[in-house]
């Protein structure tokens, strides 16, 4: 092994600093799937019976997709077969009570997401950017901030329990409508047994003053996590929303299958930023979560723009193509995605660009980082259908690879039915350059700022495309693997 | 889709008297194969893209190889294209001597071989195409009647190609199953073209099947030329191993049949091993190509280079896959590929997925793939200088076309090939 | 006499497996510039990678100390952090890493190393800009990733400024004017003259005489088959000019072993 390999593997085997427990007493259901269990959720959660009815549909569903073994396979990650009985699919704090003012909040819970670095509290933060914050821990939301400010706007941003029943016609006409509950065998069982998640509405022509985002905590042993976000830009409106995840360390699996619906009518646009770090499991691929998770976007709206960032270093294994449905004519797509998997991390990801109007454009960044034993695969469709006259697609994905046991893979699916349209992808994969680790060193630099620097730089073209507090919390995330901070 | 009608033709087959008792045995299993694998169909990742049902459903009849056919003959002479080491004319499968010109001990057929008293199971027959994993593949081995085999020993260098010729006799719903084994010993050099035409105008089916071995620093180019112009359905898989600081160089060329699917696979299989493939798909009507690639890294040091372009004019529909699998132990490896696609017609459409998989650290790996359409601006710059629109759409497919077509190494075949290239997009550009 | 700022004794390398250098002596006091010539193939640059630490070069035999210290224990860092600089012939291209950020991490990375306060994004700038000017370099070019589509002078230049910046204690020139225009090569040679004091030594590694009517060096050394075969004053590099390498073959035989 050589020399720069020792410190990548000394520096990629950092320990996760999330993962704690919160002692906290939960209100749970048995493990186990059944048709008691959704109407037990459902019944929990006060749902009107259409909703139910749509739950129930869900389920009967996933119950012949279950016996077909229908579960995806055609994906490079390797575990084993999942028992859906032995999942518990409700837990929540017994604190919790109506959803009522941020002095209700359990101070547990508060001092929970103040260790991860999540204010609940409404002041500006030391940066001076406000965030409102959604805050969801095991099953339910516990905390909204910013609600009323919001609202003075006519933003509508609350969990997606409380959207159900204040606005129910908002969430009736959309839920579903960009991910059907049939879409797929994880999609299916989200729509069956989902229990929170969070809902924003933004009207027509207002832009939304402030960056929206949900917390998710997975805390409970045994508990599968599935929400359900559900965004709608009206006309013109504007929106810019961060998603963030942690978990306790566990020795056993953890399912998290999540759905994400965004919608932007003409000329409105939506940026959904993710950093993704649920515990990954140990050095040994022990435990972690499994991050099953559909995300869409539908561009319905003519020059709409749906914007997906994602930067993904945690989970045992991740499954997730953040995509867009560009029907507006003019509507614009854009994934940029940072995947790191170290140890043994499995990674499959990427975006589908499904372009069906006219002069729909999109643009794929995507940067692999591959550790450890990590395994990496970028897989990304790009389909132009007939009617998509003078739409344009470029992809760029490159993969940096640490170390001598990882692997990664890249998969594109390019689908031209069109003869106007114009269609570039380009994949590179490389070492991280001897020659590279070299000039920085005869520079002064040592080996672990050198090799944090020359990652960093990899990554840069998302980096940048992330609201500036993500940015730099995802720049610790990669430094946490990777060594501390930069510079 | 059933494979009944391969049976009865199946058992039909009488083997060449002169035969040797292992040809029975190796059919009667690849047969096993065919059947218990049957047609593949789309849920199949491998053939997504393409549908083979249209084989499947047909009743294909084996060519008896009746003598002398005119029409056969002028196909035949048809694509002559200047001198040679060797020419070999497979007529439904089986070596027509009156056709050919053979070059003894070097490229000659395993029927002549047998006739010549010598019965053992060539080199690479059956050994790197796997009929459990390819079903077409183990159909053209329950049908090996005969087949082209080019051996080029040790330190031999041959200046001029071995032609390869294959067509099936004039009849309704023809099949022939053409195979190819070529060896190419340690520091040989050749260039072997196999050539696929049409003698009528006929549905016809070819299921061809290509072995290649290169030998420790040998140099091989192998052209494939699918210029069929019946309505012709054509599967081809072709597998190769190759050598020590050896290097191999494919030209894949389809420029006719109404659906093509070629698998093509190479194995580096130890240091220093290089391979080169281009392709060019041309397709115009509803014609459909697929072409799917794949070269395996197994050792350090390999190097492979890719190009596959593509022209759709029409209604075509083209697919490629190229697979790039990079081995634990193959550091140092150099792996590029690029598939840039032309759509010319507004019903034409492709697939382009290529694929890299890496599990060694130390590689230089990359691919890219474009779809686009003429550059309009090229287009007027021509025209502005009194070119026909016509003129300059087939101007640009050519230009487009130039860097496979100059990448074959016979000035004669680029110059065939070339003005076959010219007349496609002529008819594509009058007819949209 | 004082400890001499760099002493080579007896140095043999590898390159890789392969024997380059087979036994070099130089001695380089603080103050002066040594100019290292020879033709293609004979160590120049093999030197020059094993003074800075350049991993897949080994030495096999011999010392190397610098200000009287053990050189060959120290990491490649640690080697820069106690003050040499090496102006790369070929320097890298760093996508994604701006120029100036580099460069502070670099300067303040040296700094506390020497014990020195670290120096502030303002007066960085301030001392940027002063050593750009000094090099003739478009500012726009600290913004932009380290060498990245810089061209050949720009990288030359960049080197150079980096040299002005981090005010080495020896600065080791690799083949620097090679592939240099006249203005390139004035502003090179401007900014390594700048440098120029009692206390800091240079070696400057070419394979051309020109680059030296600009740096007049102190002492010349030929450089053949990975030996020293002669020292002397800056005459040398002119009779070299002259003459060419061809002498060298006889002169290597005749060379003490």
């Known amino acids: 092994m050589s020399e720069s390999d020792a410190t990548i593997e000394r520096l990629t085997r950092e320990e996760y600093r999330y993962g704690f427990v919160t002692d906290i007493e939960q209100d749970t259901v048995p493990p186990g799937l059944s048709e008691e269990v959704v109407r037990l959720i459902s019944a929990k959660k006060k749902e009107p019976e259409w909703l139910l009815e749509w739950r129930l549909k869900a389920y009967a569903r996933f119950c012949e997709l279950l016996a077909d073994e229908a579960d995806p396979t055609w994906a490079m990650v390797d575990y084993p077969k999942i028992n859906y009985q032995d999942i518990i699919y409700y837990s929540a704090p017994k604190s919790i009570k109506e959803l009522g003012s941020l002095d209700e909040v359990d101070p547990e819970l508060l001092s929970t997401y103040k260790k991860l670095g999540i204010s609940l509290e409404e002041q500006k933060r030391i940066s001076g950017v406000k965030v409102a914050v959604d805050a969801v821990f095991d099953s339910v939301s516990v905390a909204t901030t910013y609600k009323d400010e919001l609202e003075k706007q006519g933003i509508l941003f609350c969990s997606f329990s409380e959207a159900v029943h204040k606005y129910p016609d908002l969430v009736k006409r959309y839920l579903g409508s960009v991910v059907p509950y049939s879409d797929n065998f994880f999609a299916c069982l989200n729509s069956a047994v989902f229990t929170d998640g969070s809902f924003a509405y933004i009207p027509k022509g207002v832009r939304c003053p402030m960056e929206l985002s949900t917390y998710f905590r997975i805390n409970a042993a045994g508990t599968g996590q599935f929400e359900r976000t559900l965004i709608v830009a009206e006309e013109g409106a504007y929106v810019s929303y961060l998603e963030g995840c942690t978990a306790p360390m566990r020795d056993e699996n953890q399912l998290h299958a999540a759905v994400v619906e965004l919608v932007a009518l003409d000329d409105a646009e939506i940026k959904y930023s993710t950093v993704q770090n649920w515990y990954p499991g140990d050095k040994d691929g022990k435990g972690g979560i499994y991050n099953f998770v559909t995300k869409r976007g539908a561009c319905r709206g003519k020059r709409s723009k749906i914007s997906w960032t994602q930067v993904e270093t945690g989970s045992a294994i991740t499954w997730k193509y953040p995509s867009c449905l560009l029907l507006g004519e003019g509507s614009i797509g854009e994934f940029y995605s940072v995947a790191l998997t170290n140890n043994y991390q499995q990674a499959d990801t990427g975006t589908k660009m499904i372009h069906i109007g006219k002069n729909t454009r999109s643009t794929i960044i995507s940067k692999g980082i591959a550790a450890g034993h990590g395994q990496q695969s970028y897989r990304g469709l790009v389909r132009m259908g007939p009617k998509a006259h003078g739409a344009r697609n470029y992809s760029q994905c490159d993969s940096l690879l640490l170390g001598d046991r990882c692997g990664a893979h890249t998969f594109p699916y390019l689908e031209v039915k069109n003869d106007s349209a114009t269609v570039e992808h380009e994949a590179t994969t490389s070492k991280i350059g001897e020659d590279q680790l070299f000039y920085c060193r005869q520079r002064g630099l040592s080996e672990e700022d050198a090799i944090s620097m020359i990652v960093n730089g990899f990554c840069k073209e998302v980096l940048r495309e992330l609201p500036m507090e993500f940015a730099v919390e995802a720049q610790n995330l990669l430094g946490i693997s990777l060594e501390g901070s930069v510079g | 889709m059933s494979t009944l009608g391969f049976r009865e033709a199946f058992e039909a087959l009488v083997p060449d008297a002169a035969a040797p008792a292992w040809l029975g045995d190796l059919r009667r299993e690849a047969f096993q194969h065919f059947e218990a694998a049957g047609f593949p169909t789309r849920r199949q990742e491998a053939w997504r893209y393409t549908n083979v049902s249209a084989i499947a459903e047909t009743t294909f009849e084996l060519g008896s190889d009746a003598g002398e056919d005119a029409s056969v003959t002028r196909a035949v002479n048809g694509a002559a294209f200047g001198e040679t080491a060797a020419t070999l004319v497979f007529v439904d499968g089986r070596f027509a001597p009156d056709l050919s010109r053979t070059l003894p001990e070097v490229a000659t057929s395993l029927s002549v071989s047998w006739a010549g008293g010598s019965t053992g199971r060539p080199g690479p027959l059956g050994e790197l195409v796997d009929p459990k994993l390819h079903p077409f593949a183990a159909l053209n081995t329950a049908f090996l009647c005969d087949a082209a085999r080019i051996e080029v020993p040790q330190n031999v260098t041959l200046e001029k190609p071995i032609h390869l010729i294959f067509v099936a006799t004039p009849g309704a719903r023809r099949v022939h199953h053409p195979r190819i084994l070529v060896g190419a010993r340690a520091s040989s050099r050749a260039t072997v073209v196999a050539d696929f035409v049409s003698a009528s105008p006929e549905v016809s089916f070819c299921n061809a099947v290509t072995e290649i071995e290169v030998g420790p620093g040998a140099n091989l180019d192998f052209v494939l030329c699918q210029r069929e112009t019946s309505p012709t359905f054509h599967v081809s898989n072709l597998a190769a191993r190759v050598d020590r600081d050896a290097r191999l160089a494919t030209h894949t060329l389809c420029l006719g049949g109404n659906l093509v699917r070629n698998d093509l696979q190479v194995r580096l299989v130890a240091e220093g091993a290089e391979c080169r493939m281009n392709g060019l798909y041309l397709g115009t009507d509803r014609e459909r190509i697929d072409n799917y690639t794949e070269v395996c890294h197994e050792a350090p040091h390999g190097t492979s280079a890719e190009l596959y372009k593509g022209i759709l004019a029409g209604s075509s529909h083209g697919v490629f896959r190229g697979r790039v699998i990079v081995a634990p132990d193959a550091q140092k490896t150099d792996a590029r590929q690029q598939n840039p696609n032309l759509l010319l017609g507004a019903g034409a459409e492709v697939n382009s997925r290529p694929q890299l998989e890496i599990r060694a650290d130390d590689v230089k790996c990359s691919h890219g793939s474009t779809v686009g359409r003429l550059d309009e601006e090229a287009i007027f710059y021509l025209r502005s200088r009194g070119v026909g629109t016509e003129h300059a759409r087939t101007m640009l497919g050519q230009a487009f076309a130039a860097e496979i077509v100059d990448a074959v190494p016979d000035q004669g075949l680029r110059d065939a090939l070339l003005a076959l290239i010219t007349a496609r997009l002529w008819t594509t550009g009058e007819a949209s | ?257």
């Not at chain 3, 000019?241 to 290597?252: D, P, T």
């Open chain 3, 1 to 257: 006499m004082t400890t001499p700022l760099l002493e080579l004794r007896d140095v043999h390398a590898n390159a890789g497996e392969t024997p380059i250098l087979k036994g070099v002596n130089l001695t380089l006091h603080a103050g002066e510039v040594h100019a290292l010539m020879g033709p293609n193939g004979s160590g120049k640059s093999t030197l020059a990678s094993v003074l800075c630490g350049r991993p897949s070069f080994s030495v096999t035999s011999g010392e190397i100390l610098f200000e009287g210290k053990d050189l060959l224990a120290l990491q490649p860092e640690i080697r820069a952090r106690e003050g040499i600089f090496m102006a790369f012939q070929y320097p890298v291209e760093i996508p994604g890493v701006p120029n100036n950020h580099f460069l502070r991490t670099a300067l303040n990375a040296i700094r506390r190393h020497q014990g020195q306060p670290e120096v502030d994004a303002f007066d960085f700038l301030a001392l940027c800009r002063e050593k750009m000017a000094q090099v003739e370099m478009p500012e726009d070019l600290m913004k932009r990733s380290i060498n990245e589509g810089f061209s050949g002078g720009e990288k030359k230049r960049n080197e150079v400024l980096q040299m002005l910046l981090l005010e080495p204690k020896l600065a080791v020139l690799d083949e620097t004017d090679s592939g240099l225009d006249i203005d390139a090569l004035r502003c090179v040679a401007e900014g390594v003259n700048s440098l120029r004091s009692p206390e800091r030594g240079m070696l400057v590694i070419t394979h051309y005489q020109r680059l030296l009517d600009s740096i007049i060096p102190d002492v010349v050394h030929v450089l053949s088959d990975g030996r020293i075969v002669r020292s002397g004053d800056r005459s040398l590099a002119l009779e070299l000019e002259e003459k060419g390498y061809g002498w060298l073959e006889e002169a290597a035989g005749a060379a003490p072993a």
